[in-house]
């Protein structure tokens, strides 16, 4: 059974930064052809970020991160470049896990994983099994993941589990069969590198969230950037279908409460707090 309810059901609660933040991590080719770099080069980079922002995530209480790392459309790129990337895949779970394990982060990994290799399968499982008790923050990578490929499998799994219900099913009777069925809906979904889409990303879970878009290139983002996109989702008004004036008695955090803590984390920052530098 679900943990959490849909945001079209019920009003989730809304706190002062976002307890599940999604990303597409977006740029890290760009980033390589700019300095004159072949694409892997932007991706191994790009695994450094990813490291950063499991530490910033910690750092301010953020529950849940979700990253796109390979859509079920990437298949489409240069044979090359797709044998490299999971490589990548490979060599982060070998070297991150442990490290992850420490820190009390838990590891997912979401979509149709049979394309994978027996290898990398059994790698995904070792590294979900050794996190699994885990509760400071869960990671979740999404890999030959696609929306449609994810509402469709829960609507397949659903018509075999309950075939008695079919044309009376809710969405209630969906949700556990969705690939995120663990997490809450994403508060804030940030993508980075300047495209403005969500490219078969979420695309159920994603129906309230607020939406980020920057320029920034994912080898680029940081802590900083990061701020930036809770501020800017501080701002925002979270209705879920009422009026403002229903908000009055319970008003959205504002962005200076944010703002007062990563001041406060800054003049803090001498006594580390999160993933130790070597994670």
Known sequence: MTRFVSATQHVPPVGRVPRHVAIIMDGNGRWAKKRFMPRVAGHNRGVETVRDMVRACLERGIGYLTLFAFSSENWRRPEEEVSLLMQLFVRALQHEVAKLDRNGVRLRIVGDLSRFDAKLQQMIRDAEEKTAANTRLTLTICANYGGRWDILQAANQLAIAE?????????????????????????????????????????????????????????????????????????????????????????????????????????????????????
Not at 206 to 226: G, Q
Not at 248 to 253: D, K, R
């Open 163 to 279: 075939p008695e219900k079919a044309g009376h099913w809710s969405e209630a009777d969906l949700a556990p069969y969705l690939s995120m069925h663990y997490a809450p809906e994403p508060d804030l979904f940030i993508r980075t590198g300047g495209e403005e889409r969500v490219s078969n990303f979420l695309l159920w879970q994603l129906a309230y969230a607020e939406f980020y878009f920057t320029e920034t290139l994912w080898p680029e983002f940081n802590e900083a950037a990061l701020d930036l996109a809770i501020e800017s989702y501080c701002r925002r008004e979270r209705r879920f279908g009422r009026t403002s004036e229903q908000l009055v008695a319970n008003p959205h955090p504002s962005v200076s409460s944010f703002t007062a803590d990563v001041q406060a984390r800054d003049r803090a920052s001498s006594s580390s707090t999160g993933l130790p530098s070597d994670a």
